[in-house]
């Protein structure tokens, strides 16, 4: 006797993929792509209206753990894209950056950094290069300290042409102290002459997150995938 259809869609409820299974791989790979391009918090993957849809697209899938994507997948994502960065960039004779400081509504203070560059091509491109904790007093010393850690780190500090940045005092004394030894910081503040839509750009962190998506996360088309 054959089995019926409600046995074999309970058979298939049942087999769940292996940790090395390529669509488990994949569907993780997919949840941790939205989760960093819609800027999703982790737990989500633990909201039981989340889990019940995963299971509903494909019941053998097993949900990833917030530690895992934390501590394993996030760091590996972060690696990749760096390096991913470090090789455009590579390629860019010169290049302009913006850089600005914002404040949660808990008031933690963020500092976002933005390279701008034109490629061979012509075609410009920007990069958010950090967006990270500014802990401490937001002098002048301590912002120019975190911005040449960013630069040396993406291999720019002989590339940049112009530092942008809003005409706070701390932003003007500490690159202006350092126009004689980094290039790109020379007439940043020092010109009155210059207007203030010339000298002066703000960057929201929402534009500064809006920057290239994510890349080179394997997806699978649906005859394959359907036919695991």
């Known amino acids: 006797m054959q089995p019926t259809l409600e046995k074999e869609v309970a058979i298939f409820q049942k087999a769940k993929f292996t940790a090395s299974s390529p669509v488990q791989t994949n569907i993780t790979n997919a949840i941790v792509k939205m989760l960093v391009t819609d800027i999703r918090p982790l737990h989500m993957v633990e909201n039981e209206g989340f889990k019940d849809l995963i ?39 010169t290049c302009n950056v913006t850089l600005d400081i914002w404040s949660s509504r808990k008031m933690q203070s963020f500092l976002g950094i933005t390279c701008h560059y034109l490629t061979d091509a012509f075609e410009m491109k920007s990069l958010l290069l950090s967006c990270s904790r500014l802990v401490g007093h937001h002098t002048g010393e301590h912002i120019v300290s975190e911005f040449e850690d960013v630069a040396l780190t993406y291999n720019i500090s002989e590339k940049i042409f112009k530092v942008i940045s809003d005409n706070a005092s701390n932003m003007k004394k500490g690159f202006n102290d350092r126009q004689t030894q980094l290039p790109g910081f020379k007439d940043v503040h020092d010109s009155d002459s210059e207007s203030d839509s010339e000298m002066e750009l703000q960057l929201g962190i929402e534009s500064s997150i809006v920057t290239e998506e994510v890349e080179n996360i394997e997806t699978m088309d649906l005859d394959t995938y359907y036919s695991q």
């Open 55 to 93: 299971l509903l697209l494909d019941p053998r899938y097993t949900m990833v753990s917030r530690k895992h994507i934390q501590n394993n997948l996030l760091p590996q994502l972060f690696s990749t894209t760096q390096d991913k960065i470090k090789s455009l960039l590579s390629s860019a004779n």
